[in-house]
Each structure stands twice: as C-alpha cells, then as structure tokens.
C-alpha cells in the first residue's frame, strides 16, 4: 500500500513539471504606441503576442483608473495588432491597455498608453506686422493645444518656421526682394509623451491659410520714377512708379528748385508742376494692416529731377562781330552750358559755361563770327546732385545774319 501511494506521489509531481500553469500561457502585450490622430480619432499599434489562436483585449477611457473593454474576442478581426478608436473629441487626452489572451488563458495588462486628438483648425489666422525679413502672425485659440507650429507650404512639402505656445508668432530670415510662391498656415498640436497629434492638411482650401500672394514685407527701395510726358500746356509731369514686390501702395513726394516739398500724396501717374524750374519726384511702397491699423513704407527712392519752359534770346552785336544771349534764371540749375552751331540740326560747339544768365560768344569753336552768317544758339540747364548730372533743360534760338 505504501509503495502505491509513493508511485502517485512521484506521478503528481512528474505532471506538475511537465504541465506549465496556465495563466502564464500568454505574454504580456508590449510596445504600445500611438501612430496616428485626427481632430475625431486615434489608431495605435502594439507587438504581435504568439500563440495559438491568440486574441486581444482593449480596454479605452479617458481615465487611466477608469478604463472600459472597447473590443474582445467577440469582435470581427479581434487579433489584429491595432486599433482604431473613431467618434472622439478634438484636443483631449485618453487612455488605452491591451491584454492577449488564448481561450481562458489570459496574459497581462501592457502599459497603460496615453493618447491625444488633433486639436480644431486655428481660426482667424491674419498677419499682424512686418520689416524687410520678418513677418508677423497671430490666430485664436484652439482647444486642448500644448504647442502651435508655423508651416510653410512648399509645394506638396511642409516646413516648420517654429512652435510657439502662444497665438501669435514671428518669422525671420525672409527676403522682400522677390515675390514668395509658398503658403503659409499654423498647425495646432495636442502631445502625449511619445506623440504630437495635428491634423494632416492635404489642400490650402481646408484650412483656414495665408497665401502667398497675401503674405506682406516692407517694400524695398524701389528705383526712381519715370517721366513719361511733360505736357507745358497743361502744366502737367505724367509719371510711372517703379513698382517692388509686396508693396500694395505707393506715396510720391515732390520737391521744387529750391528743395523745397511742395506737394505729397498718394502715387498716382501724373502731378502738376510750373515751368521754369526743376523739380524733384520720389516715390516708396508700402503695406497696410486692416486688422492692427499698422502701415509700414519703404524706403525712399532716389530722386527723379526734370523741368521745362526754358527760353533764351540772343542777338548780334551792332558790329556783328559778338552774340550776346540771356535767359532767365532756371530754378534750381547749377549751372548753364553754352553752344553754338552755323546748323539747327547738329555741329553745336561748347562756347561756355557760366552760372550767369547772359552770355557773349565771339567765336565758334576757334573761328570768329562771320557777318553775314546766321547762327544757333543753345542753353543746356543743368542740374547735378552730389557733382553728378541729375538733369537738363535745353533751349535753342536763331540768331539773324
């Protein structure tokens, strides 16, 4: 009798080495992470548990202590390593667990994974201000937003200018000196430990986006504007700005001949002048806010100089042998230079150059004057800035044999 109870013992113990207890059949779900988010869902993955027949449990909430079976066995594709939870909110965190389980044997809870939503598109996305390298942005509040990036649309790629965690930012290191072909757009951005949840954005139309023909820089020095037409009768100077990119106005300044601003503006193609003097015009883009009333002009262009009604008149001195011309005094000149031709047409020869409003001429280039010849006299008004020619007025008469 003894000998058949020590045969059973030794039998037990044999099956109890053999046979592993169940409940250590399936192992513990590991490498929880999330993958994907929207503003309305959340899909996360984890690593395959073998086995036979192996399926999984998912457990979601938005408490970690309060957590409620999402999915079972009961499930259609219940041993697929992901989930896909859809009808959440925007900008909120959540939680999820997953367990393996191999008909009543049952492996342990992973890790509790935090899960975030993609916050609501920004509203009231605007440019606020602006230099020559720097553009400035604000938008309203998001939902549930730990960070807000800055995205340049580049063709189909996006370039993240920063992540702020305000509503508003600025960018540097931008050029005025060309027109820009990118969008521009601000993210909102909902992040657990292991992922930042945003809204993927296909088409500039879903989101609320600055585009690159709107985007504003201070202008730069545009060039010196264009005399198109002087019209005397009229006294009237018509004009074109020279027009830089971003600029979406211009202002003009003019000056008479004693440097003096007589008149400023709005840009437009012409200005009214008087004869007789010069004049200088200048122009500068700008760019105007609505939404912060901010205005910021460029710079200055240099200045355009011009004039006209410049009239001499000259006559032969009583022995023929002098030319005696006068003018009066053309405002603003430096000074006048003096030619003389035996032809209206060309040939002229310098004769002088004076600061004086009357000349007397006795020789065409190294030849006395002729009695019986006529001859054509021309003033050149000139004006130069800095010891350079900025302008002329020209004037010619005919005087008598």
């Not at 959540?94 to 890790?111: C, E, L």
């Not at 720097?134 to 937003?145: I, L, M, Q, R």
């Not at 009583?318 to 209206?344: E, L, M, P, Q």
Request: aromatic share 12%.
């Amino acid at each position: 009798m003894k000998k058949t109870i020590s045969i059973l013992l030794a039998v037990a113990v044999l099956l109890s080495i053999a046979i592993p207890f169940s409940a250590n059949a399936v192992s513990k779900v590991t490498e929880l992470k999330q993958v994907e988010a929207t503003d309305s869902s959340v899909k996360f993955i984890w690593e395959t548990v073998f086995g036979k027949d192996v399926t999984y449990e998912i457990q979601m909430g938005n408490n970690p202590s309060e957590l409620a079976t999402v999915r079972d066995v009961s499930d259609f594709f219940s041993y697929e390593t992901f989930y896909n939870a859809y009808e959440l909110k925007a900008g909120k965190t959540y939680y999820a667990r997953v367990r393996a389980y191999s008909g009543n044997d049952y492996g342990d809870w992973s890790d509790t994974l935090e899960l975030v939503t993609a916050p609501k598109t920004v509203e009231n996305f605007i440019q606020t201000d602006c230099s020559e390298t720097t553009a400035s942005f604000k938008w309203d509040a998001s939902e549930g937003v730990t960070s807000y990036k800055l995205i340049e649309r580049v063709g189909d790629a996006d370039n993240v200018l920063a992540e702020v965690n305000e509503t508003s930012c600025t960018i540097k290191g931008l050029n005025n000196k060309n027109e820009f072909k990118n969008d521009y757009y601000v993210s909102p951005v909902r992040s657990s430990e292991t992922f930042d949840a945003q809204e993927n954005i296909d088409y500039m139309w879903d989101v609320n986006s600055i585009s690159a023909r709107d985007l504003k820089l201070t202008p730069k020095k545009p060039n010196a504007p264009t005399i198109k037409n002087l019209w005397t009768a009229l006294n009237l100077c018509d004009y074109a700005v020279n027009e830089v990119p971003f600029a979406n106005g211009y202002k003009y300044e003019l000056y008479n001949g004693s440097g003096k601003k007589v008149k400023s503006g709005d840009a437009g193609s012409d200005v009214y002048v008087n004869g007789g003097e010069f004049f200088a015009l200048r122009t500068r883009g700008y760019v105007s806010f609505t939404s912060t009333n901010n205005v910021r002009y460029g710079a200055w262009s240099d200045k355009k100089y011009f004039g006209y009604n410049f009239d001499i008149s000259a006559k032969k001195a009583k022995n023929k042998k002098s030319i005696k011309a006068n003018w009066k005094k053309f405002k603003g000149a430096s000074d006048y230079t003096v030619y003389i031709s035996k032809s209206s047409k060309g040939g002229f020869k310098k004769a002088k150059v004076t600061k004086k409003t009357s000349v007397t001429i006795k020789k065409i280039g190294k030849k006395k004057l002729k009695k019986n010849s006529a001859y054509y006299i021309k003033v050149v008004a000139n004006k130069k800035v800095n010891k350079k020619a900025a302008a002329s007025v020209t004037a010619k008469v005919k005087v008598k044999k």
